[in-house]
């Protein structure tokens, strides 16, 4: 199941959707900020996309953002508590000059649009899965790009980018999405 941000009675909490109801959902049926949705879109990628080499349990999953990091304080507090395949969620913000190969997810912001090529060629040959919101993401490269249709959050996923980084995606996860060969 996919799990989906959504206020409840004022207060944060979650709703369970099928990657079938996910694909129908707008922002507004979420009554969410985009960035929160985001960010459950984030953690849901931890769990239907498999990664080549299993680390300890005591590593912790990274969820990285690189530039301005456009979630405020909702992709922590989605992550938080929570555990992939017996590891520890976590978030990392990675400025100029850090090295994002130790993330497993990375997010890279609208601030980096000049630089998001270069960034995803600095990755190649790692198994960081590369997720962004800048319009023709998946054209330079990138693995994962979220954009907006109609209200609703969509994915354009390249299989060739994420085959090239020896990283697998669910069919559940491919059946919702627009996919690039």
């Given at each position: 199941?996919?799990?989906?941000?959504?206020?409840?009675?004022?207060?944060?909490?979650?709703?369970?959707?099928?990657?079938?109801?996910?694909?129908?959902?707008?922002?507004?049926?979420?009554?969410?900020?985009?960035?929160q949705v985001k960010a459950v879109f984030l953690f849901n990628f931890a769990q239907?996309?498999?990664?080549?080499?299993?680390?300890?349990?005591?590593?912790?999953?990274?969820?990285?953002?690189?530039?301005?990091?456009?979630?405020?304080?909702?992709?922590?507090?989605?992550?938080?508590?929570?555990?992939?395949?017996?590891?520890?969620?976590?978030?990392?913000?990675?400025?100029?000059?850090?090295?994002?190969?130790?993330?497993?997810?990375?997010?890279?912001?609208?601030?980096?649009?000049?630089?998001?090529?270069?960034?995803?060629?600095?990755?190649?040959?790692?198994?960081?899965?590369?997720?962004?919101?800048?319009?023709?993401?998946?054209?330079?490269?990138?693995?994962?790009?979220?954009?907006?249709?109609?209200?609703?959050?969509?994915?354009?996923?390249?299989?060739?980018?994420?085959?090239?980084?020896?990283?697998k995606v669910s069919s559940k996860l491919l059946?919702?999405?627009?996919?690039?060969?």
């Amino acid at each position: 199941m996919l799990i989906t941000a959504a206020q409840v009675r004022g207060q944060d909490g979650y709703a369970y959707h099928s990657p079938g109801e996910l694909k129908r959902l707008s922002v507004e049926d979420l009554h969410g900020p985009e960035y929160q949705v985001k960010a459950v879109f984030l953690f849901n990628f931890a769990q239907f996309v498999s990664w080549p080499s299993s680390q300890p349990s005591d590593t912790p999953f990274v969820i990285g953002i690189v530039g301005d990091d456009p979630f405020d304080t909702y992709l922590d507090e989605t992550v938080r508590g929570e555990k992939v395949n017996n590891r520890s969620l976590t978030t990392q913000r990675f400025r100029h000059g850090r090295d994002p190969r130790t993330c497993n997810i990375l997010f890279i912001s609208q601030s980096e649009r000049e630089q998001a090529a270069q960034i995803i060629s600095n990755l190649k040959g790692s198994s960081v899965l590369t997720v962004s919101d800048i319009d023709g993401f998946a054209d330079l490269g990138g693995m994962i790009e979220l954009f907006t249709e109609k209200n609703k959050i969509r994915m354009r996923i390249n299989l060739e980018a994420v085959k090239a980084a020896n990283l697998k995606v669910s069919s559940k996860l491919l059946r919702v999405a627009e996919v690039k060969h």
